[in-house]
């Protein structure tokens, strides 16, 4: 699979969806690949990067950035709350707002820098409990309380339980994000991202199937 394989699969879901086309970014997972596979993905004209760890993006994407011009870079994994000042620098879009502290503690520092990125609420749609997000009784709720900190929300992100059906978990949550007014909606990896576009997506992550398989070791 290619990235241009990738773009071509999401054009023609969002045709058979009725989509318009170019309504749904692909987000190219970039963590923990080697920089070499990155920047031939930069080379290609693809500009838009998601990250799961603030440490390894604060050092692989400012120097990134100054070669490349135009990234768009979002958190899309766990986001403690002693790295939230560090995010805020770097990332224009974080999809993992899941708990009512980070919304404080966000709320307080885009106050006092006046700098926020697209805020995605995080929804826990399988009630997993190793899993973060909101559980879906409480969604409405948090949405609301974090509103009324004034964090300007952009939509809501899930990941389905491994080896669940994901439709309902996508259905879920574009139903929530229709009842509370958001646009965004941040579903869909590499497995289902087709499945995330007919029922709705804004926004697929999409890694592997882009850069190869990732070692960890």
């Given at each position: 699979?290619?990235?241009?394989?990738?773009?071509?699969?999401?054009?023609?879901?969002?045709?058979?969806?009725g989509?318009?086309?170019?309504?749904?970014?692909l987000?190219?997972v970039?963590?923990?690949?080697?920089?070499g596979?990155?920047?031939?993905?930069l080379?290609?004209?693809h500009?838009v990067?998601?990250?799961?760890?603030v440490?390894e993006?604060?050092?692989?994407w400012?120097?990134?950035?100054?070669?490349?011009?135009?990234?768009?870079?979002?958190?899309?994994g766990?986001l403690?709350s002693?790295k939230?000042k560090?995010?805020?620098?770097?990332f224009?879009?974080?999809?993992?707002?899941?708990?009512?502290?980070l919304?404080?503690?966000l709320?307080?520092?885009?106050?006092?820098?006046?700098?926020c990125?697209?805020?995605?609420?995080?929804?826990?749609?399988?009630?997993?409990p190793?899993?973060?997000?909101?559980?879906?009784?409480?969604?409405?709720?948090?949405?609301?309380?974090?509103r009324?900190?004034?964090?300007?929300?952009?939509?809501?992100?899930c990941i389905?339980?491994e080896?669940?059906?994901p439709?309902?978990?996508?259905?879920?949550l574009?139903?929530?994000?229709?009842?509370?007014?958001?646009?965004?909606?941040?579903?869909?990896?590499?497995a289902?991202?087709?499945?995330?576009?007919?029922?709705?997506?804004t926004?697929?992550?999409?890694g592997?199937?882009i850069f190869?398989?990732?070692?960890?070791?």
């Amino acid at each position: 699979m290619s990235l241009t394989d990738i773009a071509a699969r999401i054009r023609a879901a969002e045709r058979e969806a009725g989509r318009a086309p170019g309504s749904v970014t692909l987000i190219a997972v970039s963590k923990v690949q080697p920089l070499g596979r990155v920047e031939a993905v930069l080379e290609q004209g693809h500009r838009v990067f998601g990250e799961n760890y603030v440490q390894e993006a604060a050092g692989k994407w400012p120097a990134l950035r100054d070669r490349f011009p135009g990234v768009s870079l979002h958190m899309i994994g766990p986001l403690q709350s002693n790295k939230v000042k560090s995010a805020l620098e770097l990332f224009d879009a974080i999809h993992t707002l899941d708990r009512m502290s980070l919304a404080t503690k966000l709320a307080r520092l885009v106050a006092e820098h006046g700098r926020c990125p697209e805020l995605f609420v995080q929804v826990n749609t399988g009630e997993e409990p190793q899993k973060a997000g909101v559980l879906p009784r409480d969604a409405d709720a948090f949405i609301a309380e974090c509103r009324a900190m004034g964090l300007g929300l952009s939509g809501l992100m899930c990941i389905p339980p491994e080896d669940a059906d994901p439709k309902p978990h996508f259905a879920v949550l574009a139903d929530m994000a229709a009842r509370n007014g958001l646009a965004g909606l941040s579903m869909g990896m590499s497995a289902d991202f087709e499945q995330a576009i007919a029922a709705g997506a804004t926004h697929v992550r999409v890694g592997s199937a882009i850069f190869g398989a990732r070692d960890y070791g």
